[in-house]
């Protein structure tokens, strides 16, 4: 059983960044592969980043490589997306899910937060 709450979310200019957070309770937090996605209004639910339960190994959709970095705590029971270089095509509503596979598909994650709105202006 876990439980996500995502905080970090706001408006920001393009070319700036922010930092998502999503706290996590449950006591086998530590063995879920935990993702971050994104959706804007009319589009679908798409794949930001994922990271392995041992935070070893990281997943990112293409337009966000190199531009967002995906982390975790498991001591701290937290998951973080640092997004940098923002665009306004970035904006969107951010939810943090939780997956005990491994995989980038939505129906894959079996807990998920109520989500954070970024808001990149140009």
């Known amino acids: 059983q876990v439980q996500l709450v995502e905080s970090g979310g706001g408006l920001v200019q393009a070319g700036g960044s922010l930092r998502l957070s999503c706290a996590a309770s449950g006591r086998t937090f530590s063995s879920y592969t935990m993702g971050w996605f994104r959706q804007a209004p009319g589009k679908e639910r798409e794949f930001v980043a994922a990271i392995s339960w041992s935070g070893g190994h990281t997943s990112y959709a293409g337009s966000m490589k190199g531009r967002f970095t995906i982390s975790r705590d498991n001591a701290k029971n937290t998951v973080y997306l640092q997004m940098n270089s923002l665009k306004p095509e970035d904006t969107a509503v951010y939810h943090c899910?939780?997956?005990?596979?491994?995989?980038?598909?939505?129906?894959?994650?079996?807990?998920w937060g109520q989500g954070t709105q970024v808001t990149v202006s140009s």
């Open positions: 899910a939780a997956s005990k596979s491994i995989g980038t598909h939505p129906s894959l994650y079996e807990y």
